[in-house]
């Protein structure tokens, strides 16, 4: 977004035109106006976070209204650098309009920079009951403004500490929110071969969709504190921020046992969410929009360094993930981040878009999806449970369906019923199918 400073000129002309359009819905609808813009310190009214910001007033203005059954004549918008503004004539008392403005100002933190102005049918304003506090040290009333106590830098800079802090909050929340439906889409899109889904609990004794729900629902404050840890340690090389991301996830895992009463339901996908957030952390700035590439770049940024060097030097086997690193060279899901994603961004994501695109609801086309995984990586959870010549032999299975012109529900009911007499779960594909969501969300919302 270009950024401009506004000269005196300029909001002079603003300010009577904003006079003549209120006169222009008074005379027009003979009904109270309320005018909206947002009270800006400095030379630059217009940022990402102000009209982030303004668009929220606006959603919250327009909700009340609609709460509150008034109904609005006209709604006339400007969107210039001197300001977003909007002006809603109304039918309702101007008194009564008013009170719902004062409220949605006072009800949040950023209201502080809300300018919710009513004007009745005569023309003139409304006086709000209570003057605003002073936004740099909190005093009441209009004692410093008046007095000119801060300088116009230190206002601007106060405005842009609150806008910033409310949208870097509200993302975080997002982000650690949009991971654990993602968690929960997963376990629910079905059918999944020998795993929990709503058909059955797969190969699984111990697990059911509540389980996997409780589960999800109790790693949300720790996905946001590693969104936090990510922008905390935006500054530093990106591989400082790994041990941080790391010492949290310990945290969680505890977390989640309490949850599950002992049992691994997330694991694998706590690793990827936990380095997914905090790249989100890492790349935020005021839109809150995201990019695919620079996301997994970022994730591959955090783990390359450590994780290839902690599996170049690995002596003792500790996890089936090392050892069949050990055997194989299998890397699992540490290879999977430390290379960015490559089983999401060129196997399951554009599968998964493809069949979007193609009509398929996001259940059919997570299973499709699922199953070019499952077909197309190496599956660490399905060797420790069957072997590698078992796990093998599943997957070329996958690969012949998913060859197929037209996979139908029976052909993957019947993978699902192979998986289960054998006793195989593919939970490292079930996790990069949540990525998979997760991602698909988070760069296309
Ligand atoms: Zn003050």
Same mark, same amino acid.
């Given at each position: 977004?270009?950024?401009?400073?506004?000269?005196?000129?300029?909001?002079?002309?603003?300010?009577?035109?904003?006079?003549?359009?209120? @006169?222009?819905?008074?005379?027009?609808?003979?009904?109270?106006? +309320?005018?909206?813009?947002?009270?800006?310190?400095?030379?630059?009214?217009?940022?990402?976070?102000?009209?982030?910001?303004?668009?929220?007033?606006?959603?919250?203005?327009?909700?009340?209204?609609?709460? $509150?059954?008034?109904?609005?004549? !006209?709604?006339?918008?400007?969107?210039?650098?001197?300001?977003?503004?909007?002006?809603?004539? /109304?039918?309702?008392?101007? !008194?009564?309009?008013?009170?719902?403005? /004062?409220?949605?100002?006072?009800?949040?933190?950023?209201? #502080?920079?809300?300018?919710?102005?009513?004007?009745?049918?005569?023309?003139?304003?409304?006086? #709000?009951?209570?003057?605003? &506090?002073?936004?740099?040290?909190? #005093?009441?009333?209009?004692?410093?403004?008046? =007095?000119?106590?801060?300088?116009?830098?230190?206002?601007?800079? $106060?405005?842009?500490?609150?806008?910033?802090t409310h949208f870097l909050q509200e993302d975080e929340e997002r982000t650690a929110e949009q991971a654990v439906c993602a968690m929960i889409e997963e376990v629910c899109t079905?059918?999944?071969?020998?795993?929990v889904? %709503?058909?059955?609990?797969? &190969?699984?004794?111990?697990m059911d969709i509540p389980l996997f729900v409780r589960s999800a629902l109790s790693l949300k404050p720790y996905l946001q504190t590693c969104f936090r840890l990510g922008y905390e340690? =935006?500054?530093?090389? *990106? *591989?400082?921020t790994?041990?941080h991301l790391r010492n949290a996830g310990l945290e969680a895992e505890k977390t989640m046992y309490e949850a599950t009463s002992g049992v691994n339901t997330h694991k694998g996908a706590l690793f990827h969410f936990g380095l997914l957030t905090g790249a989100a952390g890492r790349l935020w700035?005021?839109?809150g929009?995201y990019?695919?590439?620079?996301i997994?770049?970022?994730v591959?940024?955090f783990?390359?360094?450590?994780?290839?060097?902690?599996?170049?030097?690995?002596?003792?086997?500790?996890?089936?993930?090392? !050892?069949?690193?050990?055997?194989?060279?299998?890397?699992?899901?540490?290879?999977?981040?430390?290379?960015?994603?490559?089983?999401?961004?060129?196997?399951?994501?554009?599968?998964?878009?493809?069949?979007?695109?193609?009509?398929?609801? %996001? @259940?059919? $086309?997570?299973?499709? $999806?699922?199953?070019?995984?499952?077909?197309?990586?190496?599956?660490? @959870?399905? +060797? =420790?449970?069957?072997?590698?010549?078992?796990?093998?032999?599943?997957? &070329? !299975?996958?690969?012949?369906?998913?060859?197929?012109?037209? /996979? &139908?529900?029976?052909?993957?009911?019947?993978?699902?019923?192979?998986?289960?007499?054998?006793?195989?779960?593919?939970?490292?594909?079930a996790d990069?199918l949540a990525v998979t969501y997760f991602l698909y969300d988070l760069t296309?919302g």
């Amino acid at each position: 977004m270009e950024e401009r400073e506004v000269t005196l000129a300029e909001v002079l002309d603003a300010r009577e035109r904003r006079v003549w359009i209120q @006169n222009e819905l008074i005379r027009k609808y003979d009904c109270p106006v +309320i005018s909206f813009t947002m009270n800006i310190a400095g030379p630059v009214k217009v940022t990402a976070l102000t009209v982030r910001a303004f668009e929220k007033g606006m959603r919250m203005l327009q909700k009340a209204l609609q709460e $509150a059954e008034i109904t609005v004549n !006209k709604e006339y918008r400007i969107s210039e650098h001197t300001g977003y503004e909007a002006f809603l004539s /109304v039918q309702a008392d101007a !008194k009564r309009v008013k009170d719902i403005c /004062v409220e949605i100002e006072e009800s949040i933190d950023i209201g #502080r920079l809300f300018d919710m102005d009513v004007l009745g049918t005569d023309g003139v304003k409304l006086d #709000r009951k209570k003057e605003r &506090s002073c936004i740099v040290c909190g #005093r009441e009333g209009r004692y410093c403004a008046s =007095r000119r106590i801060h300088s116009a830098a230190e206002v601007a800079s $106060a405005m842009h500490k609150l806008l910033q802090t409310h949208f870097l909050q509200e993302d975080e929340e997002r982000t650690a929110e949009q991971a654990v439906c993602a968690m929960i889409e997963e376990v629910c899109t079905t059918p999944k071969p020998g795993l929990v889904d %709503r058909n059955n609990n797969g &190969s699984h004794e111990d697990m059911d969709i509540p389980l996997f729900v409780r589960s999800a629902l109790s790693l949300k404050p720790y996905l946001q504190t590693c969104f936090r840890l990510g922008y905390e340690y =935006r500054d530093e090389p *990106a *591989a400082m921020t790994f041990p941080h991301l790391r010492n949290a996830g310990l945290e969680a895992e505890k977390t989640m046992y309490e949850a599950t009463s002992g049992v691994n339901t997330h694991k694998g996908a706590l690793f990827h969410f936990g380095l997914l957030t905090g790249a989100a952390g890492r790349l935020w700035h005021a839109e809150g929009t995201y990019d695919l590439t620079e996301i997994t770049d970022t994730v591959s940024a955090f783990t390359e360094t450590v994780l290839g060097r902690e599996l170049k030097e690995l002596k003792e086997v500790h996890t089936t993930g090392e !050892k069949l690193y050990r055997e194989y060279g299998i890397t699992g899901a540490r290879g999977e981040a430390m290379e960015g994603y490559p089983s999401v961004r060129e196997i399951a994501m554009p599968v998964f878009v493809r069949a979007l695109e193609a009509g398929h609801d %996001r @259940n059919e $086309a997570g299973a499709l $999806a699922l199953l070019q995984l499952i077909a197309g990586t190496t599956d660490t @959870n399905m +060797i =420790r449970r069957g072997g590698k010549a078992l796990a093998d032999e599943a997957s &070329s !299975k996958a690969q012949a369906l998913a060859d197929k012109e037209k /996979v &139908s529900e029976q052909d993957l009911l019947d993978l699902d019923e192979y998986f289960i007499e054998n006793h195989l779960s593919p939970g490292g594909c079930a996790d990069l199918l949540a990525v998979t969501y997760f991602l698909y969300d988070l760069t296309r919302g």
